[in-house]
Every structure is written in C-alpha cells, then in structure tokens.
T-cell receptor
Framework: GAVVSQHPSRVICKSGTSVKIECRSLDFQATTMFWYRQFPKKSLMLMATSNEGSKATYEQGVEKDKFLINHASLTLSTLTVTSAHPEDSSFYIC??????????FGSGTQLSVL | GEDVEQSLFLSVREGDSSVINCTYTDSSSTYLYWYKQEPGAGLQLLTYIFSNMDMKQDQRLTVLLNKKDKHLSLRIADTQTGDSAIYFCAESNTNAGKSTFGDGTTLTVKP
C-alpha cells in the first residue's frame, strides 16, 4: 500500500535555530500534502496545505513566516520551523494521498526546542 | 467548518469489550478513520471505512457507520492492557483532501 515517510522522527534543537522536517510519498505522487501539529494530550490541528509548485495554504492563526512549507516535487514536502522557540515544541505530522484515495500519514516528528 | 466529536475518556476491564463513539458533521465525508496513538508515539492507522459501507470487521476491531446520523463507532473485543492508548476518529473528503480529527478518546484498560 501507499507509504508516507517522515524524517526525522525526533529532533532536539536550541532556541533560535531552524529545523526542517521532510515528508515523502514513497510510491505515489502527491500534488497535495498536509501538515498537522499536535500539542500534548490534544488532537491534531491542520496547519497548512502544501501544494506542489505553488504556495502553501495556511490555516487561520498559523504564521507563514514561522512555518515555511516547500513542495518542490510531487513526492516531497518540507516544513521548516524558523527561529524555533520552546513554544514550538510539539509533534508534527504530515499526510498525503493518492488521487481519490484515503489519506496516509507519516510517522510524525517530535520537536523539542531547548 | 467540519467538526468531529468524541468522548474524552473510556475505562474498561481487561477482557471486556470497548466501544468508542464519534460523530461528525461533514455529510460529504468519504473516508472515516480510527487511529491509535500510544504515549510518545505517532499515529497508527487501525482501520478505516469507506462512506458507502455500514460495517467493517478486522479481527478484534469492528467499525460501525451510521451515515444518516453521522455516527461512527469502534468496538474492540476482548480488550487487553496493550490497547490502552488514545484513539482518534477522523474523516476526510477526497475532494477537499484534508482530514479533520476528533480530540481523541483516552482508553484505559484495567487488569
């Protein structure tokens, strides 16, 4: 079945640095990918929709300059958390789907900002 | 917008059946999912059901879908301590693509 690979699974960084998270669709092409954020003991909140070859669509309240999304190819979307701060510490998950099929999720990235 | 609701907590005894309920509002939902999340881990897709189905069974898991009432349930038979986790209900619309999650039900299985 379709597989979405997310890397890294866990990252610890210092405050002020930037962190890049990759999301790859391994055996299908995805013109659209989605990025979610999960706060501790909370549900997943959609952050943005990543569109191949065009700008991402951000949900209300999500800072575009803070969370940079690049979807340069049909199999790769990246989320960069710029100038990370402790409040950015969270679990980030991406998802993608083959056309007209169900969504597949990456395994998630636990970001800890010290 | 779309909304998915589920009860926050469920506690059962080992060996009993667990039933986790979920309601959603998007009548154009195409797929409905159940995910399991163990502490510190990512999401694990347990099962999913296509919107034109009423029921799906997979070993100890039974999913029931009442499309008219927009109600989804997950039944876990012979619940084990290893089933203790947070269970998320989610829906997606293949036209919109993105999915909406419930807040998760924390299942506690007591020995």
């Amino acid at each position: 079945g379709a597989v979405v690979s997310q890397h890294p699974s866990r990252v610890i960084c210092k405050s002020g640095t930037s962190v890049k998270i990759e999301c790859r669709s391994l055996d299908f092409q995805a013109t659209t990918m989605f990025w979610y954020r999960q706060f501790p003991k909370k549900s997943l909140m959609l952050m943005a929709t990543s569109n191949e070859g065009s700008k991402a669509t951000y949900e209300q309240g999500v800072e575009k300059d803070k969370f940079l999304i690049n979807h340069a190819s049909l199999t790769l979307s990246t989320l960069t958390v710029t100038s990370a701060h402790p409040e950015d510490s969270s679990f980030y998950i991406c998802s993608a789907r083959p056309d007209s099929e169900k969504l597949f999720f990456g395994s998630g990235t636990q970001l800890s900002v010290l | 917008g779309e909304d998915v609701e589920q009860s926050l907590f469920l506690s059962v005894r080992e060996g009993d059946s667990s039933v986790i309920n979920c309601t959603y509002t998007d009548s154009s939902s195409t797929y409905l999912y159940w995910y399991k999340q163990e502490p510190g881990a990512g999401l694990q897709l347990l099962t999913y059901i296509f919107s034109n189905m009423d029921m799906k069974q997979d070993q100890r898991l039974t999913v029931l879908l009442n499309k008219k009432d927009k109600h989804l349930s997950l039944r876990i038979a012979d619940t084990q301590t290893g089933d203790s986790a947070i269970y998320f209900c989610a829906e997606s619309n293949t036209n919109a693509g993105k999915s909406t999650f419930g807040d998760g039900t924390t299942l506690t299985v007591k020995p």
